[in-house]
């Protein structure tokens, strides 16, 4: 056991956020802390760390327990560059190297005394380097920030001039180096995409430590923890198994628990019952009867009526009017900011009752392919054609929807003047905002209230073609799953992006991958795009060879289709196929260099261990230094390899 929290409890003012809660991780264990928002998951991290007093209870950790932290908001501060920024974590390895290089270069002066005591703490130096895996530390700090989503471009970058989301991840970067025996992330997706979100998946599955993580991200927790600590009404559960296991044991808990509580308040009025029509006999022993009665009635234990899924927000989505089967057309469609290309020449379509997913690393134009459709940016080129009696409802991520300045009541009372105050009210309650949250300006309200507000509006638009940018962005995960059966049930169409992997496997119909510029098609949710996606990528990248393709479609079967522009000439395709074999070439030769580096690095680790050559200083450092030379080349062709290799 590397963590224990016993009968933590803590109160702000009148309210009780945390009640005698217990639970406990194992060494190397994986967990995941889930609630609503507001529950007290961070709050009860800041008390594991120290940084909040408990009212009650204690932490308690293993001896020696060293603990990494990553907070959902970070305060970065330096004028280091993003490299330099994340080699401070191995201050201590960097320190060694450079007393072992001064070392070496003292010992070739040395005397034959000197060189003795100078030869026992070069042994006692490199044995401690190499035991903190000293040669590959600059290699895990390229891997580490590559896998978070920098390039190597922007290595150079000064930490001062980044935003708060990228801090965040250099902050996740420096604490994955620095290997703590326990690890605590406080929605550490927040500000990743979805390759870097699917490398962590990867990192944290092989971390050999333990860690806890505070996520609204269902995949995420699905893939990475064994272990789910629920926090709710200010108690814990804990549940073992991912998230999926988590969810189905709740669900029969939440029914054994509603079934229990009907029984009870059955048996409850049967005796009430009795006990009326036995006083109603006005007899001696009919009384006492039922005093007796009355006296067993109290004794019980009354059950607490269970709170289910309808006490929390509730989304019903209808459209008004039924739209054309054809309800949208985007042909040729391009565009660019500058020197920045976002998509050129891509062409789909949709159908009533689609719902589809854009999905995508940042920065590749998601959000600005639906700002097109909904005309709020021009393109460069390119058609969006609407069908017949479609019409849009939308939803985007900044929510520039809505008048920051006005009430949540003046924003649907101004919006929708049909409505009486009552109905307003209703609806808003519905979404969690009763008593005087409806008289908050949008502007002090927080971003997941805002997207509650906007999602209102969505719902009071009657619209057939829901378009969404990030709906479930602040939403906590009992907010999602009513938002996704709200879209599942929704008879219109859908066209939405989303870095959430699990809202997208529940509601999608179709995946739109946005990527290299273009569009790659799945006809599946997003368990199917991950099967059919190494194959539609090297299907795509043999295609490449042959012409620029528009879009490129996986069917639901195994048949792949391909509408691609032809316009590519002879020589354009010759060269392409010259470059393919370029880097075939050059990978082989890369692998026989690392085959060959091996093979001597393995004969020096012989050599060494022979007295000839221990005893011998000279040979001895020429076998070191050849050594190191060997390994930092190995780091550079295991890099190149890499990079080939994609």
Known sequence: MILACKNISKSFGTTQVLNGVSF?????????????????????????????????????????????????????????????????????????????????????????????????????????????????????????????????????KPVSALSGGQKTRIALGKLL????????????????????????????????????????????INKVVTKVVEIEHTKATSYE????????????????????????????????????????????????????????????????????????MSIRLEPHIISGNDVLAVTNLSKSFSNLNLFRHINFDIKRGERVAIIGNNGTGKTTLLKIINQLVSPDEGEIKLGNKVKIGYYDQEHQVLNQEKTLFDELQDTYPDLDNTSIRNILAAFLFTGDDVFKRIKDISGGERGRVSLVKLMLSEANFLILDEPTNHLDITSKEILENAINNYTGTVLYVSHDRYFINKTATRILDLTRHTLLNYIGNY??????????????????????????????????????????????QKEEQAKIRKRQNDLIKTEEEIHRLETRNEEIDELLTKEEIFTNVQKLLELNNEKKSIEKRLEELLLIWEELAQ
């Open 527 to 572: 368990d199917y795009y991950l099967e059919k996606k190494p194959e539609m990528e090297r299907l795509f990248a043999a295609e490449t060879d042959k012409s620029q393709p528009a879009v490129f479609a996986a069917a639901s079967g195994n048949t792949v289709s391909f509408n691609a522009d032809n316009k590519s000439d002879w020589k354009q």
């Open 177 to 220: 180096l620095s290997t703590p025996d326990l690890i605590l992330l406080d929605e550490p997706t927040n500000h990743l995409d979805m390759e870097s979100i699917a490398w962590l998946e990867t990192f944290l599955l092989n971390y050999k430590g333990a860690v806890v993580v505070i996520a609204h991200d269902r995949y995420f």
């Open 24 to 156: 406990h991780i194992n060494d190397r264990e994986k967990a995941a802390i889930v609630g609503i928002n507001g529950a007290g998951k961070s709050t009860l991290f800041k008390i594991i760390m120290g940084e909040l007093p408990a009212d009650e209870g204690e932490i308690i950790f293993s001896k020696g327990c060293s603990v990494g932290y990553l907070a959902q908001h970070q305060e970065l501060s330096s004028e280091n560059s993003i490299y330099e920024e994340i080699l401070t974590v191995k201050k201590d390895i960097i320190e060694l190297d450079n007393t072992i290089h001064q070392l070496e270069v003292e010992m070739k002066a040395a005397s034959d005394k000197e060189l003795e005591r100078m030869l026992a703490a070069y042994t006692r130096l490199t044995h401690e380097f190499e035991s903190k895996n000293g040669y590959a530390y600059k290699s895990e700090a390229i891997g580490v920030l590559k896998g978070l989503g920098f390039t190597e471009e922007e290595f150079s």
């Open 241 to 312: 198994g991912n998230y999926s296991a988590y969810a189905e044991k709740k669900a029969l808990q939440r029914d054994a628990m509603l079934k229990h509580y009907l029984n009870q308040q059955k048996e409850i009025k049967h005796q009430e019952e009795v006990i009326a029509k036995l006083r109603s006999f006005n007899r001696e022993k009919s009384i006492k009867r039922a005093e007796s009665r009355e006296k067993m009635l109290a004794k019980i234990e009354r059950l607490e009526k269970p709170i289910t899924q309808e006490a929390h």
